[in-house]
């Protein structure tokens, strides 16, 4: 009888792909660094390099390359990106915003200017010249001397006229006055005559002088002798109307029993006017100042 030898055929286990991707490459590992000169292990590269850098080349199923590990990592780089980003961002609006603020706060200022004042002594002496415009204005510092350029501007004046009434009565007194011219025959030497020396007019009014003077002697022009004179301004002893006269004659009362009494003498340019005592109306205050307004 035939006897049928039945073996146990164990078929091997299917493999995929993947385990014999794992099988065939099995992970690299990188040999140790030898010692340094010190006789000291160097730390492993590797290894401080794997908590780093991605793994870049790993076998994945089918034989490809897996990057996902890269791409991991990659992102996990780039997401610090945008923090930067915003930081950035926040800080320019800050910067901005308390630009606007200080600008708001500070947008004027007061800027006071006080001029420094000195007093300078000059001296030097100038002469003005009207319409010296071709002339040069500059200061000659050799001599101390300038020319000064001045022109006349005439301005045009309004004359208004306007009635006040006088309700105010005001006590005047008033002396005359004239003019005369005092002539000296006497001498070529010149006379003085001192303050309120008296003259006498033909109707016997007394008339003075209100400063002392002097009359110049006589001078000979062509075989001829000319008197000496000056003119002054004389005044009526008293005020009133009654020294108001025409032109006349005068004398010197002081010279008298003196040969100059006949040589000194005095004849009015002017007539005498202006005299007068009593009471005028004039008006008041108020009226005075509205019609300075006006």
Same mark, same amino acid.
């Given at each position: 009888m035939?006897r049928?030898?039945?073996q ?11 385990e ?10 990188l ?12 730390h492993?590269?590797a ?15 089918g034989?490809?390359l897996?990057?996902s590990?890269?791409?991991k ?10 923090r ?5 961002v ?18 004027? %200022? !007061?800027?006071?200017?006080? =001029?420094?004042n &000195?007093?300078?002594s000059l001296?030097?002496? $100038?002469? #003005? *010249?009207?319409?010296?415009?071709d ?14 350029s ?7 004046l ?6 006040i009434?006088?309700?105010?009565e ?24 001192i303050?309120?020396?008296?003259f006498e ?14 009359v ?7 075989g ?8 002054v301004?004389v ?10 006269s025409? %032109? !006349?004659d005068?004398?010197i =009362?002081?010279? &008298? ?6 040589? $000194?003498? #005095? *004849?009015?340019?002017t ?7 009593g ?9 005075q100042?509205?019609a300075?307004?006006?």
């Amino acid at each position: 009888m035939t006897r049928r030898i039945i073996q146990d055929v164990v078929f091997p286990s299917k493999r995929t792909t993947k385990e014999e991707v794992k099988q065939s490459s099995p992970e690299p590992v990188l040999p140790a660094r030898p010692p340094n000169e010190r006789g000291q292990a160097t730390h492993d590269f590797a290894a401080q390099a794997g908590d780093f850098l991605p793994r870049l080349v790993k076998k994945q199923e089918g034989g490809e390359l897996n990057s996902s590990a890269w791409i991991k990592n990659t992102n996990n780089t780039s997401s610090k990106s945008p923090r930067m980003v915003l930081w950035v961002v926040a800080t320019v609006v800050f910067v901005g915003m308390l630009g606007v603020v200080l600008s708001t706060f500070f947008s004027g %200022a !007061t800027v006071k200017i006080v =001029p420094l004042n &000195k007093t300078v002594s000059l001296a030097i002496d $100038f002469t #003005a *010249r009207e319409n010296a415009a071709d002339l040069p204005a500059e200061t000659e510092a050799s001599t101390g001397k300038g020319i000064v350029s001045y022109q006349k501007i005439p301005l045009p004046l309004e004359e208004k006229s306007e009635d006040i009434p006088t309700t105010v009565e005001k006590k005047i007194t008033r002396k005359a006055s004239g003019k005369i011219k005092i002539f000296n025959e006497y001498s070529t030497v010149s006379q003085r005559l001192i303050k309120n020396t008296r003259f006498e007019s033909a109707s016997g009014k007394i008339y003075r002088i209100d400063n002392s003077i002097v009359v110049p002697g006589m001078s000979t022009l062509g075989g001829k002798s000319i008197p000496g004179s000056i003119e002054v301004t004389v005044y009526g002893d008293a005020p009133g109307e009654e020294y108001n006269s025409s %032109a !006349t004659d005068f004398t010197i =009362p002081g010279f &008298k029993g003196d040969p100059r009494y006949a040589k $000194f003498y #005095a *004849r009015s340019q002017t007539p005498l006017e202006g005299g007068f005592s009593g009471t005028i109306k004039v008006p008041s205050p108020e009226d005075q100042k509205s019609a300075v307004l006006r």
